[in-house]
């Protein structure tokens, strides 16, 4: 891959390709998408009737995970990797509701995100963004606008929401492992900082096993191409070094939910987890 800079970060939208952004609003209900992104819901849906509910379990998991993160680490700085296109709680929202000037820097290098997303999602002077890979660390930490906005000697979060599961390295040319490249974002975070990942999970036993695999088919063959469905050991692989927050890795769902469960889980919920991890 050439080097990407926030002026090579694609600006025309190219409206025959699904984009994962858009295939995410499309899942929550979003205004901000094309026939091309509603069509890979579409195809997935063939073989796992609830596909958006995988979207919403993701995007649950988030909220409450920021939320714990403002309101009991007392942590105040977060670098959302893949902000998504705004919906009604963004991370920003969440965490400053707890405190109004805790910082957030959003990194997408998606060009919807860029033409109008980041417009919303930077609303106020603790809030920015700023368009690079999100899979290439090194980037990411020297990138300025997050060395300008992020205080590198003070715990922070780093969230790699519903993100990952969208990196193959066999595609990439360094051919480097999430957990490779989760490493090297955790080496140069301060002590006490957190990791919050959310992730498609093959849960290694029937039948959600089957289902994991035939929606990673759809979504790899679909006009989105990407979509995978990792073990827990490769998400364990995510954390390294980390302590996890209790109940470590768990079903997104099930991760500190609002309020009891009255209603069986669909089946796709057993296939998405999250996980909260604090360095030491
Ligand atoms: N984190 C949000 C959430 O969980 O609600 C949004 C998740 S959305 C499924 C994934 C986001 O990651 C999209 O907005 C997409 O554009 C972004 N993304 C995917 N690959 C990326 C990359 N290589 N660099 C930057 N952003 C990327």
């Known amino acids: 891959m050439a080097d990407l800079t926030e002026r090579d970060v694609p600006t025309r939208i190219d409206t025959t390709k699904a984009s994962i952004a858009r295939v995410y609003d499309a899942a929550l209900n979003g205004k ?41 680490a007392g942590i105040t700085q977060y670098l959302d990797c893949g902000s998504g296109l705004p919906t009604a709680e963004n991370t920003h929202q969440v965490v400053q509701r707890v405190n109004p000037e805790a910082k957030v820097v959003y990194v997408d290098n998606d060009p919807v995100v860029l033409a109008h997303g980041r417009a919303l999602l930077e ?12 899979f290439r660390p090194r980037e990411i930490i020297e990138n300025e606008t997050v060395r300008a906005k992020l205080d590198f000697t003070r715990p922070l979060a780093l969230f790699q929401v519903g993100t990952l599961h969208h990196y193959d390295e066999r595609q990439d040319e ?5 957990g490779e490249i989760m490493r090297e974002y955790v080496d140069a975070l301060p002590s006490g900082s957190y990791v919050v990942i959310a992730h498609f999970f093959d849960p290694e036993s029937e039948p959600y096993s089957e289902l994991a695999r035939k929606m990673e088919e759809r979504f790899v063959h679909s006009p989105m191409g990407t979509g995978l469905f990792r073990t827990r050991a490769q998400i364990e692989d995510m954390f390294p070094g980390l302590e996890m927050v209790d109940p470590g890795i768990t079903l997104c769902t099930k991760w500190w939910p609002d309020g009891p469960r009255i209603k069986p889980l669909d089946q796709v919920q057993y296939c998405i987890v999250g996980g909260v991890g604090r360095k030491p």
Do not use: C, K, M
């Open 123 to 134: 609303e106020n002077e603790h809030t920015h963004f700023t368009a690079a890979d999100i």
């Open 174 to 178: 360094g051919h480097r492992s999430p």
């Open 32 to 72: 901000d998408n094309y026939e091309v992104d509603r069509e890979v819901l579409r195809q997935v849906r063939q073989v796992a009737p609830e596909v958006n509910q995988l979207a919403w379990d993701n995007r649950d998991f988030l909220i409450r995970a920021a939320r714990f993160l403002g309101t009991q």
